[in-house]
């Protein structure tokens, strides 16, 4: 079993959407979870991440951990063409950034 | 620089070829990772240096890679008598240390192809 199961889509939506990325993992030691964006052929780069359980909000992305169930939420509010890209869920302990596979998100103009 | 420089951007090896991958982090982090994606996944963790000290190693798949980074800055992957499994891009991402969880910075990567 992988540590970090993620959808690997891809997800197409329409310009102005809300969207949902979400992932689970399996290693309850996990306390920090990130999102990276990648962009095609670029290195991931850091969205915004949380600690432990809860939300947290920053502009049109909010991220959210239930650590209870395990699961973790990426939400794009109003969601624009630029923000087409690979969005992979980041649980990290230790200095070790545990990727997902990552989701293919395609925002149609 | 401004970022993570990672060089060739582009490699090509005949399977059996040796092969070094040069990483440039930003100036100062102490800490420096290798990861390996293959096409269409996340990148997996192959191994981590605080300063000049391997201190994670891993996840090397096999005796034939191998990572330095001698002075504490500038790292290198080598990858010895390459086989087509290796072909993947290799990225190399750094930070500097703080309390908790810090951002790392990546790299655009190598991208290896092994024929």
């Known amino acids: 079993q992988k540590e970090v199961e993620q959808d690997p889509g891809p997800l197409s939506v329409p310009e102005g959407a809300i969207v949902s990325l979400n992932c689970t993992y399996s290693n309850s030691a996990f306390q920090y979870f990130m999102w990276y964006r990648q962009y095609s052929r670029k290195g991931p780069e850091l969205l915004m991440y949380?600690?432990?359980?809860g939300n947290k909000e920053d502009g049109r992305f909010t991220a959210q951990v239930d650590k209870s169930s395990k699961y973790i939420s990426l939400f794009i509010r109003d969601s624009q063409p630029s923000d087409s890209a690979t969005y992979l869920c980041v649980p990290y302990n230790f200095n070790k950034f545990y990727f997902g596979s990552g989701t293919k998100l395609n925002v149609k103009p | 620089g401004a970022g993570v420089s990672q060089s060739p951007r582009y490699k090509v090896a005949k399977r059996g070829q040796d092969v070094a991958l040069r990483c440039d982090p930003i100036?100062?982090?102490?800490?420096l990772f290798w990861y390996q994606q293959a096409l269409g996944q996340g990148p997996e963790f192959l191994t981590y240096?605080?300063?000049?000290?391997?201190?994670?190693k891993s996840g090397l798949p096999s005796d034939r890679f191998f990572a330095e980074r001698p002075e504490g800055s500038v790292s290198t992957l080598k990858i010895q008598r390459t086989q087509q499994e290796d072909s993947a891009v290799y990225l190399c991402?750094?930070?500097?240390?703080?309390?908790?969880?810090?951002?790392?910075?990546f790299g655009q990567g190598t991208r290896l192809t092994v024929v």
């Open positions: 949380t600690y432990s359980s």
């Open positions: 100036s100062g982090h102490v800490s």
């Open positions: 240096f605080q300063n000049e000290a391997q201190l994670d």
């Open positions: 991402a750094s930070s500097s240390p703080g309390q908790g969880v810090t951002e790392a910075f």
